[in-house]
């Protein structure tokens, strides 16, 4: 079983950036992983953020994020960031951190079979 730790979410004002970092537990290569983040306001539908697939040559992102945000892996750190720039209020969510064993990744949530328990950003204007 691989355990998804997130990090790096917080408090920013509107056009702030934060950067969040995914780890796997000990034991666990992420780079054996494709990767990628989702997001979930309370009351509605979690919502697919952006991906990567396992050799990192090709990432993905959801339109309302595309050309602010950035994902990329750091396999020396055993570690997958989203590096989010000029955050807007509606980026406010709960962030989440999933792996699915393979080559490619995807945007629905029901393709991955890890998940991190999730860390806050909220976005002030």
């Known amino acids: 079983q691989v355990r998804l730790v997130e990090s790096g979410g917080g408090l920013v004002q509107a056009g702030g950036s934060l950067r969040l970092s995914c780890v796997a537990s000990?034991?666990?290569?992420?780079?054996?992983?494709?990767m990628g983040w989702f997001r979930q306001v309370p009351g509605k539908e979690r919502e697919f953020v952006a991906r990567?697939?396992?050799?990192?040559?090709?990432?993905m992102f959801a339109d309302s994020v595309k050309g602010r945000f950035t994902i990329s892996r750091d396999s020396a750190k055993n570690t997958v960031y989203l590096q989010m720039n000029s955050l807007k209020p509606e980026d406010t969510a709960v962030y989440y951190c999933?792996?699915?064993?393979?080559?490619?990744?995807?945007?629905?949530?029901?393709?991955?079979?890890?998940w991190g328990q999730g860390t806050q950003v909220t976005v002030s204007s």
């Open positions: 990567m697939d396992r050799s990192g040559g090709r990432t």
């Open positions: 000990s034991g666990h290569t992420l780079s054996a992983f494709a």
């Open positions: 999933v792996a699915r064993p393979g080559s490619y990744s995807s945007s629905y949530d029901y393709d991955y079979d890890y």
